[in-house]
């Protein structure tokens, strides 16, 4: 049957045809809907672990245990999880492993490109690459066959095109006769990698890439298109699609396995076209292998060839590609002579950004607003409260990686930073990699203050389960776990829960703290705005005449607040309005009004009753 | 081959560029589309990106239809119809369009916080016009907001747009309507149905 699925559908698609029945995993845009389709079918077990490295030794240890599993992240999640990724390929498995990297070419929703390509070399594993679902769908199923012919994990490696484009798929309605239970392998010599040991699995690792390669000459999701001769394009992955829309008449190899390459395959296709070149997003990955080889690639006419250690030749190496790209690129290096007009045209107006931000309601924001008042550095972190760094709140100063505020924030302590530095971090990012750095605060007792934004799920990948909402990703009742009593067992004394709309205790707590010496930790406490749950309890507020323009109600960055047309006769000032359709009635606004002029809920019920 | 002689175009692949503001419905519209051409035997792809949508940010969604469909994406003055379901979206994106492609724009403003902290100008109406002949004079503004208003219910305003849609495609109101029934909640499909059909009418 043929269905419209997304790659990431097609993936949960693949995985649960081929028998796999354990998936762990952490979410990560774009690859958060492969779990949330896998964890709907019917015999298998699925769920969201806090961290990326936690996921991937929970779908080790099943796939050690005689079951098919999954592990999925974004790609930033295999660098948590790299500890794991490696000593499992060592180790190899008893099942099949497949392990889901979701690419984010072009950062649309990431701090950085990485090509986890390179992971599977670095690690002496197979790496596929899927053009589209339903290639997502044939190569996890391929995956796991390849992942217990040769003892490996296997790197499915997705990109933001592929898992969120959606493509038609011919799927089977059955799922594979999932193997009988094994005996949990007693096996040191393979699976405790101690120095004696892990000196013995190494050569064996070097030497199942090696027949790897040889098994991809003949791997059915590597093949030779051959069509004119004169251009030959060796392509992978989304880039593939480009190759086919740019260059219709064009030869190419096209590699569904990206790591280890088909050698002899490779060096054929070479000989039988006259230019060749590599189409990849991203990194020279399969570019410098094809050279390592010794294959010559085409060199553009009175260019000079690329070199160390810009190895990356006609394409660029950052962004995603598109079609238009890749005429362009191609027709700079002399190979596409197709007249195009590059000058689409351009509109003369300067247009108004429209930046995400923090929504109406959200409660992050009364800290910001605090924060932003107190002026003092702040260390952010990753989620939807990184939207505390956009104006007019402008209140964060760093932020990398999740986990990061609260060590940085240490850092800046530790090396005698005069100022009082704050670190905030969201409920999902302390549970996934904030506890050991809080421990390190406690530990050494750093002046560091830490605000937890505890809205209660995971905001900023779509609202999944976390251990603090009593649910599990297959919607099972469950603990939930109590930020309080963690972070005291952390080793911190000063903790306080407050409710996060409450706008002059955050300031009277932060300003008291920052007075007193050693660690503290806050913990905001609202649930997100756009929960269900949430959203029945709106009631929009309202500006009254008491507005005089002043201003103060703006500084929030409240997107249901604006500057009305109506001016103050006195100052000659924009008045204050609020859109109805877009208010919650969080009554932030309300609270900092310096002239009560924003009437509170209550005050709101009680007018129209 | 596809062929819409009133609309000037003729070509192996279409390509339908959507672009909303979050909460829009732009992604249902894009769904029903897209489960349309598979529907009528194409070869389909739905490329879309998520991630800051929610949060007010804009939408954005290539949908083609063809014998055979390779990029997902459509490059930058491709698209055949530019749909866009908020006036500021469809004039930032007016660039996808091809030379005479089709502009269909949602008659209804947005308005982002740069504009409502009043640290810039919303285009005017006259702006946008005038951006827009000077790319195509296939321009479409239906007021799908209010329409939808008159009905009752503010969320089906892109059910009219695609109503719109369907209506310049002169496409069989049966063939589209089933694919947006089957989407909404069983409540609603009646009122939606309206809302196909005064789009239909509007053009
Ligand atoms: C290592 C890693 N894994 C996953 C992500 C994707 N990601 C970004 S923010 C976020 C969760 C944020 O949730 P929370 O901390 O609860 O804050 P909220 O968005 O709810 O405010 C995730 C999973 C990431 N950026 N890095």
């Known amino acids: 049957m043929r269905r419209l699925l997304s790659g990431n559908e097609a993936v949960a698609r693949g995985a649960w045809e081929a028998g796999c029945s354990v998936a762990s995993g952490y979410p990560g845009t774009p690859s958060t809907e492969i779990m949330e389709t896998f964890a709907l079918y019917p015999n298998v077990y699925a769920e969201w672990a806090p961290n990326e490295k936690v996921g991937l030794d929970a779908a080790i240890g099943a796939a050690y245990a005689g079951k098919r599993s999954l592990c999925t992240m974004k790609h930033v999640g295999l660098n948590v999880a790299a500890d794991a990724f490696f000593y499992v390929a060592m180790t190899g498995i008893e099942a099949g492993l497949v392990i889901v990297s979701a690419d984010d070419p072009s950062m649309h929703s990431s701090q950085n490109e990485q090509d986890n390509r390179q992971f599977a070399k670095f690690a002496r594993i197979p790496c596929l690459d899927p053009a589209d679902s339903q290639e997502a769908r044939d190569f996890t199923i391929a995956a796991y066959d390849l992942s217990e012919q040769f003892d490996t994990p296997v790197l499915l490696r997705m990109t933001t095109r592929v898992c969120h484009t959606s493509t038609a798929v011919e799927v089977f309605e059955q799922q594979a006769t999932v193997p009988d239970q094994k005996k949990y392998p007693r096996n040191p010599l393979k699976y405790v990698m101690i120095p004696a040991n892990a000196r013995r699995r190494h050569p064996v690792i070097e030497a199942r890439i090696a027949d790897i390669s040889e098994f991809a000459e003949t791997f059915i999701h590597n093949r030779v298109e051959y069509r004119g001769k004169d251009l030959g394009i060796i392509t992978g992955g989304v880039a593939y699609q480009y190759a086919r829309e740019v260059f219709p008449d064009a030869s190419i190899l096209k590699l569904g396995m990206v790591y280890p390459l088909p050698k002899k395959m490779i060096t054929e296709f070479a000989k039988n076209v006259k230019n060749l070149i590599v189409l990849e997003e991203l990194d020279p990955f399969i570019e410098d292998q094809v050279r390592a080889m010794g294959v010559k690639l085409y060199q553009p006419a009175g260019k000079a060839e690329q070199s160390y250690p810009l190895t990356k030749s006609i394409f660029p190496i950052f962004g995603e590609l598109n079609p238009a790209i890749v005429r362009q690129f191609a027709n700079e290096a002399g190979l596409y002579a197709a007249e195009i007009d590059f000058e689409t045209a351009p509109i003369s107006l300067e247009l108004p950004a429209r930046p995400p931000s923090l929504c109406p309601g959200c409660p992050h924001r009364s800290s910001f607003y605090v924060l932003s008042k107190l002026k003092i550095p702040v260390n952010g972190d990753i989620g939807c409260y990184t939207l505390g760094v956009a104006p007019p709140l402008s209140a964060i100063d760093t932020c990398g990686c999740m986990g990061a505020s609260i060590g940085v924030a240490h850092g800046a302590a530790i090396a005698g930073d005069p100022e009082r530095h704050v670190a905030v971090v969201g409920d999902s990012t302390f549970f996934h990699s904030g506890i050991p750095a809080l421990i390190n605060v406690a530990y050494n007792q750093s002046n560091v203050i830490t605000i937890i934004m505890d809205n209660r799920v995971t905001g900023m990948t779509g609202h999944q389960e976390n251990p603090g909402t009593g649910k599990t990703l297959q919607n099972e009742a469950t603990i939930s776990l109590d930020i309080e009593q963690l972070v005291k067992a952390c080793g911190i004394e000063k903790v306080l829960t407050v409710e996060a709309f409450e706008v002059d205790l955050i300031e009277k707590t932060l300003r008291t703290w920052m007075k007193e010496e050693g660690p503290a930790v806050m913990i905001t406490r609202e649930p997100c705005a756009l929960l269900p749950e949430q959203r029945k309890r709106y009631i929009p507020l309202e500006v009254t005449d008491q507005c005089n323009g002043c201003t103060v109600c703006f500084r929030i960055g409240c997107p249901a607040i604006s500057k009305s047309e109506i001016l103050d006769p006195k100052y000659n000032r924009p008045l204050a309005i609020i859109n109805a359709s877009l208010c919650t009635g969080c009554e932030i606004c309300a609270q900092v009004c310096p002239r009560d002029a924003i009437l509170f809920k209550s005050q709101v019920l009680a007018k129209s009753n | ?203």
């Open chain 2, 1 to 203: 081959m596809f062929s819409f002689p009133k609309l000037g175009i003729k070509r192996d692949v279409l390509n339908f560029f959507l672009v909303g503001v979050g909460g829009q419905g732009t992604i249902l519209a894009s769904n029903v589309l897209a489960e349309l051409g598979l529907k009528l035997g194409y070869d389909v792809k739905k490329a879309e990106i998520h991630g800051m949508s929610q949060r007010g940010g804009s939408v954005i969604s290539h949908v083609r239809w063809g014998e055979q469909v390779f990029s997902p994406i459509i490059a930058k003055g491709e698209a055949d119809f530019l749909i866009a379901f908020e006036k500021l979206e469809g004039l930032r994106f007016l660039d996808q369009i091809r030379p005479d492609g089709v502009f269909l724009v949602n008659d209804y403003q947005i308005v982002p916080v740069t504009v409502s902290s009043g640290n810039a100008i919303y285009p005017s109406d006259q702006d946008i016009r005038e951006s827009t002949h000077e790319i195509t004079s296939n321009n479409y503004w239906v007021d799908c907001r209010s329409i939808a208003e008159e009905l009752g219910n503010v969320k089906v305003a892109n059910v009219v747009l695609l109503g719109a849609l369907c209506g310049l495609m002169e496409a069989e109101l049966e063939t589209w309507f089933p694919i947006i029934a089957s989407k909404v909640p069983q409540k609603s499909v009646e009122i939606n149905r309206l809302a196909f059909q005064r789009g239909v009418d509007a053009i």
